[in-house]
């Protein structure tokens, strides 16, 4: 099991991303729109430099949703390698057959 502090401090950045998700949208087009003067890029450029660090998407990490696990995640189960095989060994996912020989 994670520590809880990590697992609150994950929750905190998926609230960030999502509430500055639009805004952070917004300064990126008009950062990459080459119409645009280079004067209001670069102020656009400043104002999304002063948005949070953590409301940018790349520093959420994939954590498994039963322990909290931040490594050996499998995405299309959102579950960490060791939550899966307790799963299976139990029988409760479903068509997953774990053997034992």
């Not at 729109?33 to 998407?57: C, G, H, M, Y």
């Amino acid at each position: 099991m994670a520590k809880k502090s990590m697992i609150a401090r994950e929750v905190k950045r998926e609230k960030l991303v999502k509430q500055y998700a639009a805004k952070r949208a917004a300064l990126k087009a008009v950062i990459n729109d080459k119409s645009i003067p280079v004067e209001e890029r670069f102020k656009a450029t400043l104002e999304l430099a002063k948005l949070p660090r953590n409301s940018s998407a790349t520093r959420m990490h994939n954590r498994c949703q039963l322990t909290g696990r931040p490594h050996a995640y499998y995405r299309k189960l959102k579950i960490s390698r060791i939550a899966l095989r307790n799963l299976g060994s139990n029988g409760e996912i479903p068509g997953l057959v774990k053997s034992s020989w």
